[in-house]
């Protein structure tokens, strides 16, 4: 009874649509089903073998206990898996996976998972295949998890959500091709690159999501001035200081200038916030000025400060909380293994810090940015309309 009444109130909401919505919804829903159809079935794609585990039995446990006292498990399981793809799909594989209790570096395979594998060069009887695990194919995961967030901002945001999606992934090809070009030749500056690629990302994602009009104009100028302000900001302070209290240890793999890395990922990290409050700023007083067009510029100004202030604390919080969220992993490890406090933190949260507070410089400059040149554009709206 519940799933009828759910069914027809769904109907009855897509009966209610105007041809065009509805056609558009249709074509979303066969792209979902379909591509999770694609993901579920796309092995043949795939040039490493990929098995789907059909049998788990665990052929050891161990207990173990270190110095410190900390307690784990780790475990042995024996894996038959069917080979999907290549010349021997359809045949079964013989795997060996040892994982711990605490599942910190590996992982416990269930029946159903599907993972990419390779040979035993010893392998050679047909009828008893054997192999290692590498890694697991999540591919559709991903996707599932994805759709969840297409159909959320399509529900949420509608149009403008459908623009979102188009400017995130178009974003994504940019920041691709961006480091691309850096790989390809380690000589370019990177710097370099980032700043185009900020001004591509900055103008393409507020004109699809807000159009063309003085309102967009003004956020695209105060995000770009704000971001490369706080990099100048950041920049100096760092040169002045020498760089002294960041550790770059967790760079340490790359072969490419840490520092150049570092400055580059500080760049690209703070431009979320300051475009959020660039678009803020500026939707908010010329909603003030669309309601009132007889408003001061002295209420204007007053205005602006009052949400500047209203906005910046949470923002700060927000850019705080994301970089020092990735932390806690590490932070968990360096204190169970009885780490001193000021070495743990020094050691784990010195350029998560700087991130978070380059991020919030960048965030109260462009408060003031963000309010003068919105300001500027409202009085040029102003002298057009008298005209």
């Not at 091709?177 to 393409?204: H, M, N, Q, W």
Request: aromatic share 12%; proline share 2%.
């Amino acid at each position: 009874m519940v799933w009828g009444d759910f069914l027809n109130s769904i109907l009855g909401f897509f009966r209610k649509m105007s041809f065009k919505h509805r056609v558009f919804y249709i074509v979303v829903f066969l792209c979902f089903v379909g591509s999770l159809v694609f993901v579920y079935n796309n092995h043949a794609f795939y040039e490493r073998p990929i098995a789907k585990v059909i049998e788990v039995q665990i052929t050891d446990e161990t207990e173990v206990v270190d110095g410190l006292d900390n307690r784990d498990a780790l475990f042995t399981q024996h894996i038959i898996a069917e080979l999907k793809n290549g010349e021997k799909k359809g045949s079964q594989i013989h795997l060996e996976n040892e994982y711990s209790l605490s599942k910190a570096y590996d992982y416990e395979f269930q029946v159903g998972n599907e993972l990419f594998v390779s040979f035993d060069k010893n392998s050679s009887d047909e009828s008893k295949l054997t192999g290692t695990i590498h890694e697991v194919k999540r591919d559709k995961y991903v996707m599932f998890v994805a759709w969840i967030f297409i159909f959320i901002l399509l529900l949420v945001g509608k149009k403008q959500g459908l623009f979102s999606i188009l400017s995130l992934v178009i974003n994504a090809v940019i920041l691709s091709y961006a480091l691309d070009l850096y790989l390809e030749k380690p000589d370019r500056s990177l710097l370099l690159i980032c700043s185009v690629a900020i001004i591509l990302f900055t103008v393409l994602s507020l004109l699809l999501v807000n159009g063309l009009n003085e309102k967009t104009y003004s956020a695209i100028i105060a995000t770009l001035v704000g971001t490369f302000v706080s990099l100048a900001v950041a920049f100096l302070v760092i040169q002045i200081t020498g760089g002294e209290g960041l550790r770059y240890e967790e760079l340490q793999f790359i072969t490419r200038p840490y520092k150049t890395v570092f400055m580059a990922g500080l760049f690209i990290g703070s431009l979320g916030a300051v475009m959020d409050i660039a678009i803020t700023m500026s939707s908010s007083l010329f909603g003030l000025y669309e309601k009132n067009n007889n408003i001061s510029t002295k209420a204007l100004v007053k205005s602006g400060m009052e949400i500047g202030r209203d906005i910046m604390g949470t923002m700060t919080n927000i850019l705080f909380f994301a970089y020092i969220s990735g932390s806690i992993p590490l932070l968990i490890l360096y204190f169970k293994n009885a780490s001193p406090l000021g070495f743990t933190l020094n050691m784990n949260l010195s350029l998560e810090l700087a991130r978070a507070l380059a991020g919030g410089i960048g965030i109260v400059l462009t408060i003031p940015i963000g309010l003068y040149t919105t300001l500027f554009f409202i009085s040029m709206t102003r002298k057009r309309a008298r005209l």
